[in-house]
């Protein structure tokens, strides 16, 4: 009896074990059924974003050729496309042309790519390349400099476009990044005043415009396939009187994403509750320095002042630390340029520099004799007087400059004498700044006839050497040692350049990514989360 109960309760206690194994199975089998089930339904909520919020202030025309408005000529981008288009870092790459060649000093020629439609389902063809350049060469368009130089336009044929140049013009392809329209969609109307909604070859096609609303829908034609995956259905573009509307309507979470080069953004929507991205912009300020001068033709002096200089401090005082501080004019994120380097601002260098110069401190001012002359370094600054913040600029850096026994008087003149200046090169300083172009091209500072009244032999041959070099690597070296000649002599100073800034809803999520030329990278895998 004793030997059966024992055995019965083995059994008992097996039965048992057997049972609680398969419950332990079953129960994490099922947690890990719906964990499967939840992570599904949480990607599938994370990674749809079917409709997207942006918005346009003081609206003029859809028509991305004659707007005057730069948040229609950042939405354009998603609806109409180039020849050649720009990577983040100012790369050029092909879009609608597949290749494109420089056949002489002033001819190209490219091939354009095959089964491209419109968005509605016409063949896309060298006559629309034709038709769009020649509207932008007869209306005020703000891409009008970019073909202002070519003279033929010609159709080789249905896929190929040949373009003849008035002169050679330094890497050119960075021209034909303009927006191409479609000849047929505009046969019978006024470019100018028409109503018609335009067509383009891009991932959205506009599909209504009201009086409050600009509606886009995905491209079911378009011919990019990843792109033509995006997660985006469509995008609702709303319609304002004022900029600062826009700003109140994104802050109060009406608006998923907005993008802006004024510096007062922050004044309209704060500081929290929204993701925001800063990159630096074209807009470069300046010191020009007219190496004709007896004085400022030596390279000591130029590199004295420079020195001499805080930016930190002008940017911080003046711009409430809303600029970037530069050093080169290609330091805006542009792929052959990629030393970053800081302020060189430094005191004493001031004095080391003249001083192994020959230069002498007298009566708290730079002297040197040379040629039976006493050279004294005290300049002239000259700025244009209804540019309040260069006023301000020009008297800090005469403020910095004087303890350091650099004198500097500042002249504001008008825009007339402005212009007259910079036409003439009749200054001994002067602060001015330029819109850099994509372009890397460096003939406006260091070529025939720049503003600083600069020479120097090696850099005009590196500049006519890479006119015609294609291979990145190489191209990048030619720049770097243009680079180094340019920081080494100082014919200018880079002193700041603005700030451009996306701002988007912090339920947006995704690698949103952008630059001066383009805010909508990557907009394909976007998504709310």
Same mark, same amino acid.
């Given at each position: 009896m004793k030997r059966n109960g024992i055995k019965y309760i083995i059994f008992i206690v097996i039965i048992g074990f057997i049972f609680g194994m398969a419950?332990?199975?079953?129960?994490?089998?099922?947690?890990?059924?719906?964990?499967?089930?939840?992570?599904?339904?949480?990607?599938e909520e994370i990674t749809m974003l079917k409709d997207m919020r942006l918005g346009i202030a003081e609206y003029d025309?859809?028509?991305?050729?004659?707007?005057?408005?730069?948040?229609?000529?950042?939405?354009?981008?998603?609806?109409?496309?180039?020849?050649?288009?720009?990577?983040?870092d100012y790369k050029i790459e092909n879009c609608l042309?597949?290749?494109?060649?420089?056949?002489?000093?002033?001819?190209?020629?490219?091939?354009?790519?095959?089964g491209i439609v419109w968005q509605d389902g016409t063949e896309f063809t060298a006559s629309d390349v034709k038709f769009t350049i020649e509207q932008i060469q007869q209306v005020d368009s703000i891409y009008t400099p970019q073909v202002a130089d070519i003279t033929s336009v010609e159709v080789v044929d249905v896929m190929t476009i040949k373009l003849t140049l008035s002169k050679e013009i330094p890497f050119f392809e960075y021209q034909l990044t303009f927006p191409i329209l479609s000849q047929k969609n505009w046969e019978g109307e006024d470019f100018m005043t028409s109503t018609k909604i335009p067509m383009g070859t891009g991932m959205y096609k506009i599909a209504d415009i009201t009086a409050g609303n600009i509606y886009l829908e995905k491209n079911q034609n378009y011919w990019q396939k990843e792109e033509k995956n995006s997660k985006i259905e469509s995008i609702a573009i709303h319609r304002y009187e004022k900029v600062g509307e826009l700003y109140n309507d994104f802050k109060l979470g009406n608006i998923d994403f907005i993008h802006t080069d004024s510096d007062i953004l922050e004044d309209y929507i704060g500081t929290l509750g929204y993701h925001k991205k800063e990159y630096k912009g074209r807009a470069l300020d300046f010191?020009?320095?007219?190496?004709?001068?007896?004085?400022?033709?030596q390279k000591e002096v130029r590199q004295a002042i420079q020195y001499g200089i805080d930016k930190t401090g002008i940017i911080n005082t003046i711009f409430q630390n809303k600029y970037e501080s530069s050093n080169f004019?290609?330091?805006?994120?542009?792929?052959?340029?990629?030393? +970053? =380097? @800081?302020?060189?601002?430094?005191?004493? !260098?001031?004095?080391?520099? *003249?001083?192994?110069? /020959?230069?002498?401190?007298?009566?708290?001012?730079?002297?040197?004799?040379?040629?039976?002359?006493?050279?004294?370094?005290?300049?002239t600054l000259t700025v244009l007087e209804t540019n309040e913040k260069r006023v301000q600029v020009a008297e800090a850096i005469r403020d910095?400059?004087?303890?350091?026994?650099?004198?500097?008087?500042?002249?504001?003149?008008? +825009? =007339? @004498?402005?212009?007259?200046?910079?036409? !003439?090169?009749?200054?001994? *300083?002067?602060?001015? /700044?330029?819109?850099?172009?994509f372009s890397p091209d460096l003939t406006?500072?260091?070529?025939?006839?720049?503003?600083?009244?600069?020479?120097?032999?090696?850099?005009?041959?590196?500049?006519?050497?890479?006119?015609?070099?294609?291979?990145?690597?190489?191209?990048?070296?030619?720049?770097?040692?243009?680079?180094?000649i340019y920081l080494e002599d100082?014919?200018?100073?880079?002193?700041?350049?603005? !700030?451009?800034?996306?701002?988007?809803?912090?339920?947006?999520?995704?690698?949103v990514a952008g630059n001066c030329y383009n805010i909508f990278y990557h907009i394909e895998d976007w998504y709310r989360q």
């Open positions: 419950f332990l199975f079953y129960t994490n089998s099922s947690k890990k059924h719906e964990n499967t089930i939840a992570e599904t339904e949480k990607k025309t859809m028509n991305p050729i004659i707007s005057k408005n730069k948040n229609i000529q950042s939405i354009a981008k998603l609806i109409f496309e180039p020849l050649l288009t720009l990577t983040e042309a597949k290749e494109w060649s420089k056949t002489g000093d002033n001819t190209y020629v490219l091939k354009l790519q095959e010191l020009a320095i007219n190496c004709q001068n007896q004085a400022l033709s004019p290609l330091d805006f994120g542009q792929y052959l340029y990629t030393e +970053e =380097k @800081e302020s060189v601002y430094d005191t004493a !260098k001031v004095k080391q520099v *003249l001083e192994e110069n /020959g230069w002498t401190l007298q009566s708290k001012v730079w002297q040197k004799r040379e040629n039976r002359t006493t050279l004294r370094l005290s300049f910095s400059l004087e303890p350091l026994g650099i004198k500097l008087t500042v002249r504001k003149v008008s +825009e =007339k @004498e402005y212009q007259n200046i910079l036409e !003439k090169k009749n200054y001994e *300083l002067l602060l001015t /700044g330029i819109y850099s172009s406006y500072f260091l070529g025939e006839g720049n503003l600083a009244g600069y020479r120097n032999e090696t850099a005009l041959q590196l500049l006519q050497e890479i006119n015609d070099i294609t291979e990145q690597n190489l191209l990048q070296q030619k720049i770097q040692e243009l680079a180094n100082v014919p200018y100073i880079c002193l700041y350049r603005n !700030k451009e800034t996306t701002a988007y809803n912090q339920k947006l999520a995704g690698n």
